[in-house]
């Protein structure tokens, strides 16, 4: 079972966009313990990759997809110099896509989602 500050973004129909995540929230998930964060990651694949079994090479690969997601969304936001000149590209699920340096600019958003 996620933790209870986390039950009712799963309990929605709407996409899960990462940016828009609290600070607090991001880093009350990046100091899960072990166990409960792989409940909430669990969650989340449940919730966006029903077909993936869990266990499998491609669970595992999303799974790793989503803890090193929060890591990096950490750090984008916390270091001036990347979120000033990078632009984060996120996935409608809640996994950054890519980072990509604004001197090959995509367009006039910090924020692209794709």
Not at 2 to 11: K, Q
Not at 34 to 58: H, M, Q, T, V
Request: proline share 4%; with cysteine; charged share 25%.
């Amino acid at each position: 079972m996620p933790p209870y500050f986390l039950r009712e973004r799963l309990n929605t129909d709407s996409y899960f966009y990462l940016h828009e995540l609290e600070d607090e929230v991001l880093n009350e998930i990046l100091q899960l313990p072990f166990e409960e964060l792989d409940n909430y990651i669990y969650a989340l694949i449940c919730r966006f990759y029903s077909n993936i079994p869990k266990g499998s090479d491609r669970y595992i690969k999303i799974s790793t997809a989503y803890k090193s997601s929060f890591i990096l969304e950490k750090l984008y936001r916390s270091n001036s110099m990347l979120h000033e000149n990078y632009t984060a590209i996120y996935t409608k699920t809640g996994l950054i896509r890519e980072v990509v340096n604004d001197l090959y600019a995509i367009g006039t958003e910090k924020v692209a989602i794709h």
